[in-house]
């Protein structure tokens, strides 16, 4: 039997918690927060344009993580899909108690550069997989999931310093084993494009997505609430949009130290299926800020710059969408503290 627990029950970590669950030797237990009520009375409700309508009922539905530690279920896999921001709380400190160093292996679904260091900080011997979704999904209530569009996950065994010629030791042996087992289970879920990935390549998708996430996020919020598809149907917009995706992709394969891969869209590939996107979808952060919420700012935009600026490089186009909206959620938080 093989045992999941997830960390941050929201639209992607329940998501993928109710495909895993369709895997019969796969026992998915969650811990949850706001939803908890909802959840502990009716499990969660997905509404998916692929997989249908379905109750997903957890193996335990959990009210924090010492339910879980107390359990005394040795996790195999502790997955980790809560909002990305080191500047509001280290969420690897959640996990103290719930992993065992040399069996369970941490998978973070998250959006961002540089969101497994606290977690190979705070573990040093345990695995930690490296995950990037294109998926489209939002929790619209307590423990409803509305499964917009896509499915596709790409996971790769976190080893810094390896690369695909690297024959790595033993423990880079066993990472890569627990992320194929991993991407089968969702696989057997349904999730038929949940993709293996080496180290390497893993970060160099993670650089990708930057790129769309870096330029269309934070110039939502400062173009006062834009779609993607407004956004890229505006001339000046457009060449901002394009400005910003080349400046990620040309400083990308100078940090990692080797070209991207010629099968990733370019920017001009991305603009043209955003302008035909009429879906009127609006990137996450936007609805962060919509709701008063913290965005994703320091994983999206903070790192990359400081990950770059470490080997010499400057992204100006990045440093100041950064830097503007950095300040624009300030303000804002310190004009509600005032209320
Ligand atoms: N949604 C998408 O379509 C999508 C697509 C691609 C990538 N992503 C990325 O996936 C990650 C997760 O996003 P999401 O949209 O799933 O966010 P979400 O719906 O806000 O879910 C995050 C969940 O984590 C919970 N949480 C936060 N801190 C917790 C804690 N200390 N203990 C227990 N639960 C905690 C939240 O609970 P509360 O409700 O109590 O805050 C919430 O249920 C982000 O990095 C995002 O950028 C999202």
Same mark, same amino acid.
């Given at each position: 039997m093989m045992n999941v627990l997830i960390v941050g029950a929201g639209a992607v970590g329940a998501f993928y918690a109710s495909r895993l669950a369709q895997v019969p030797n796969c026992q998915v237990s969650v811990v949850c927060r706001s939803n908890y009520k909802a959840v502990a009375a009716n499990g969660f409700k997905v509404d998916s344009p692929k997989y249908g309508s379905y109750t997903f009922t957890p193996h335990r539905t959990l009210a924090n993580p010492r339910e879980a530690s107390d359990s005394n279920i040795v996790w195999d896999y502790v997955v980790v899909s809560t909002k990305a921001l080191p500047d509001v709380s @280290? @969420?690897?400190?959640?996990l103290v108690g719930l992993v065992k160093e040399g069996h369970t292996a941490i998978v973070l679904i998250q959006? +961002? &550069? +540089? $969101?497994e260091e606290p977690y190979t900080k705070r573990f040093p011997a345990a695995t930690v997989l490296s995950a990037v979704t294109i998926v489209s999904a939002a929790q =619209?209530?307590?423990g409803v999931i509305k499964h917009n569009r896509w499915t596709r996950i790409s996971i790769g065994p976190? &080893?810094? +310093?390896? =690369? @695909?010629t690297t024959i790595h030791n033993g423990d880079g042996k066993t990472a890569i084993e627990r992320n194929k087992t991993f991407i089968k289970a969702l696989q057997d879920g +349904? $999730?038929?494009?949940a993709e293996d990935y080496s180290h390497a390549k893993l970060q160099m998708v993670r650089w990708h997505k930057i790129a769309i996430n870096a330029s269309m996020n934070p110039s939502a919020v400062l173009s006062n609430g834009s779609t993607n598809n407004a956004m890229s149907a505006d001339p000046e917009l457009h060449r901002h949009l394009k400005g910003v995706m080349e400046e990620v992709l040309s400083v990308a394969p100078k940090v990692l130290g080797t070209p991207l891969p010629t099968d990733l869209a370019t920017p001009e590939q991305i603009l043209k299926s955003t302008m035909k996107n009429t879906s009127g979808s609006k990137p996450s952060m936007l609805l962060d800020w919509e709701q008063g919420k913290k965005m994703e700012l320091e994983v999206i935009l903070g790192n990359p710059i400081r990950i770059a600026r470490e080997k010499g490089l400057e992204m100006p186009r990045l440093q100041s969408l950064y830097a503007l909206l950095r300040m624009s959620q300030e303000n804002r938080d310190k004009a509600k503290s005032k209320l």
């Open positions: @280290d @969420d690897s400190e959640i959006n +961002g &550069l +540089g $969101v =619209t209530e307590p976190y &080893l810094p +310093g390896s =690369t @695909d +349904g $999730v038929k494009d």
